[in-house]
């Protein structure tokens, strides 16, 4: 949400603040998948959604390559904002620019947004192949 003039909520109060991912959502997530594909007799992926995609010789899987992934890099990106926030922001642009702490945030940042952006992307690509698993006609 981006707080404007219309909005009576912003990022930094405690009103506008929620968390959007927690690890039990990722923990019930998995857990639907999985409850659900046992139902599913037309299924073709494994019930560990092991090997769900291959790239060369790795399988991926599910639980421990994507969701408990998503769940680390979350946290990275919690250390990361640790790091900015010691940031001193009343300093020139120059002096922050050549202060070590906020390159190594900055770079820290940019790595766990990178990561997550692949994780995410793992995820879309296990839920289209689960969606494409559901039978065809489902009464």
């Given at each position: 949400m981006v707080a404007?003039?219309?909005s009576k909520?912003?990022?930094?109060t405690k009103e506008g603040y929620t968390k959007v991912i927690r690890e039990k959502d990722l923990e019930f997530l998995y857990d639907f998948y999985q409850k659900i594909n046992n139902k599913n007799a037309e299924s073709n992926l494994?019930?560990?959604?092991?090997?769900?995609?291959?790239?060369?010789?790795?399988?991926?899987?599910?639980?421990?390559?994507?969701?408990?992934?998503?769940?680390?890099?979350?946290?990275?990106?919690?250390?990361s904002l640790k790091l900015l926030r010691k940031i001193d922001t009343t300093q020139s642009i120059a002096q922050t620019e050549s202060d070590e702490n906020f390159n190594i945030a900055i770079l820290h940042l940019a790595?766990?947004?990178?990561?997550?952006?692949?994780?995410?992307?793992?995820?879309?690509?296990?839920?289209?192949?689960?969606?494409?698993?559901?039978?065809?006609?489902?009464s």
């Open positions: 404007d003039s219309k909520r912003s990022f930094n494994d019930s560990e959604f092991r090997g769900f995609k291959e790239e060369g010789d790795i399988k991926y899987d599910l639980k421990s390559d994507v969701l408990d992934e998503i769940i680390d890099d979350f946290k990275a990106f919690e250390e790595q766990t947004f990178q990561s997550l952006s692949i994780d995410f992307d793992y995820l879309n690509y296990f839920h289209i192949e689960f969606m494409r698993n559901l039978p065809d006609d489902v």
